[in-house]
Nanobody, 117 residues
Framework: QVQLVESGGGLVQPGGSLRLSCSSS????????MGWYRQTPGKQRELVAR???????DYADSVKGRFTIARDNAKNTVYLQMNSLKPEDTAVYYC???????????WGQGIQVTVSS
C-alpha cells in the first residue's frame, strides 16, 4: 500500500536540474528520518540522501555538491533538489520515511528520472 507520493520526475538533459517532492496524507513526517533512494535495473536500491527530524543531512558520495535534501514539516513534504544532473543519475527515485521507535518504514511508489540528451 503506497503511503508516500513522489512528484517532479521526468526527462532532463545532462547538466540540467529537477526537484523531486514527496508528501503524504497518511504519514506524518516530522518525527521520521526522510530519505531519497534510487534504483536502476539489476542493481540494489541505494541511498541518495537523507535528513533527520533534527535537520542533519547525509549524502551519497556520487551526489555530494549537486543534490540537496530539505524538509518542510509544516507542509509534510520533503524535497530533493538535483542540479548538474548526469546520465548516471538516471534511475527510479523512491521516497522513504523511517522511525526507529516502532520500526516504522514507509515507501513511495517511485518516480522515474531520466538524464539524456
Amino acid at each position: 500500500q503506497v503511503q508516500l507520493v513522489e512528484s517532479g520526475g521526468g526527462l532532463v538533459q545532462p547538466g540540467g536540474s529537477l526537484r523531486l517532492s514527496c508528501s503524504s496524507s497518511k504519514v506524518i513526517f516530522n518525527d521520521k528520518i526522510m530519505g531519497w533512494y534510487r534504483q536502476t535495473p539489476g542493481k540494489q536500491r541505494e541511498l541518495v540522501a537523507r535528513i533527520t527530524n533534527y535537520g542533519s543531512t547525509d549524502y551519497a558520495d556520487s551526489v555530494k555538491g549537486r543534490f540537496t535534501i530539505a524538509r518542510d514539516n509544516a507542509k509534510n513534504t520533503v524535497y530533493l533538489q538535483m542540479n548538474s544532473l548526469k546520465p548516471e543519475d538516471t534511475a527510479v527515485y523512491y521516497c522513504n520515511a523511517y522511525r526507529v521507535i516502532g520500526n516504522l518504514d514507509y515507501w513511495g511508489q517511485g518516480i522515474q528520472v531520466t538524464v539524456s540528451s
